[in-house]
């Protein structure tokens, strides 16, 4: 009876000590964190708007958390290559990845080796990308209703560039005829630059640009504004309306964020969260980033509404790339 009773202490023992190496300590683990260098993987060559931004960024973080913040760009497949590689690395909040609006897309798109809503959690967002649709001054309009007017009575004889097969600029375009039910021809170039000057050049109608490359182009003459793709128009820009005034509900806004695999312990997120909030918080911070071009979100959105985004962007785009029957490999 003793040696039954000893086995049960053991037996107890030994699931209490178990149960306590399991249990979660997010407290003492966010505490600890960092202890090593932090990665943060953009999924585009280095030099564009996603990378400057993310190494602003970066340098801030590694201010405020005592450890570098290292930026390592892994670019191609339209951001899959780096998305990718994150959903691989371990969830302990040292890999992390700059989510842009190819990540809400992509999931319509390809056959992906990963789940974005099941792999990954959504940090921090802090841009919204702006998109400005433009045209070639030969092109005979000058508002979205003469744009429109002009692609009903030629259909399929005006074109639109885009800066890659299933980016933003190529699917505000699909969206674009789905809602309004016009023809058009999607041209895709291997970049913003090259879509752009194809425009400037009279080669094709039109695109939907980023701002920051397009409006040189704007304020110089060799390119026509038709409306932005926000839902309102911009204080900076206020004589150019947006499409949305025309045809209602339109909308193609992309954004810039910060994504950790979703294993990551939510005090580790908690805290990445408030470390990056606070450094666009500062106000020399502002400053480099909209010098730079980039459109910062009125205030960093958290892991809940950027969560949020995500899952209805993803849900949208869905439906965009469905009713146009685009597929890609």
């Avoid at 997010?26 to 964190?33: D, E, I, N």
């Avoid at 959903?87 to 190819?102: E, F, K, M, W």
């Avoid at 400005?132 to 004889?157: F, T």
């Avoid at 800066?163 to 969206?175: D, M, V």
């Amino acid at each position: 009876m003793k040696l039954n009773c000893s086995k049960r202490v053991i037996v107890r023992s030994l699931v209490c000590t178990a149960a306590i190496a399991a249990a979660p300590m997010p407290s003492t683990y966010a505490q600890s964190y960092p202890s090593k260098t932090i990665r943060l993987v953009v999924p585009f060559v280095p030099g564009g708007g996603s990378d400057s931004t993310a190494r602003i960024i970066a340098s801030g973080m590694s201010e405020r958390l005592g450890q570098q913040v290292l930026v390592e760009n892994r670019g191609g497949a339209n951001t899959i290559v780096g998305t990718e590689y994150v959903a691989n690395q371990r969830p302990d909040g040292y890999t992390l990845l700059v989510c842009t609006g190819s990540f809400v897309i992509n999931p319509s798109l390809y056959k992906l080796n990963y789940d974005t809503l099941r792999d990954f959690t959504p940090v921090t967002q802090y841009l919204s990308g702006q998109l400005l649709l433009v045209v070639h001054p030969s092109i005979p309009a000058r508002n979205v209703k003469e744009l429109l007017a002009l692609a009903r009575a030629k259909p399929g004889e005006l074109t639109f560039a885009s800066y890659g097969a299933g980016s933003p600029s190529h699917l505000a375009g699909e969206l674009l005829k789905n809602m309004t039910g016009i023809n058009m021809l999607h041209i895709p170039f291997k970049g913003s630059a090259p879509s752009i000057s194809e425009v400037v050049a009279g080669r094709v109608s039109m695109t939907f640009g980023v701002v920051v490359p397009v409006m040189p182009h704007v304020q110089a003459g060799r390119l026509r504004p038709i409306g932005f793709a926000t839902p309102e128009r911009r204080p900076a820009f206020p004589d150019i309306p947006t499409i949305a005034e025309t045809v209602p509900g339109f909308e193609a806004v992309g954004f810039n964020g910060i994504c950790a695999h979703s294993g990551t312990p939510p005090a580790i997120i908690e805290r990445l969260n408030a470390v990056i909030s606070d450094v666009l918080a500062h106000p020399e911070t502002r400053a480099r980033i909209i010098k730079s071009g980039a459109d910062l979100v009125d205030r960093p959105r958290g892991p809940k509404e950027f969560g949020a985004l995500v899952r209805s962007e993803i849900a949208k785009w869905k439906k965009v790339v469905d009713s146009a029957g685009i597929k890609l490999e």
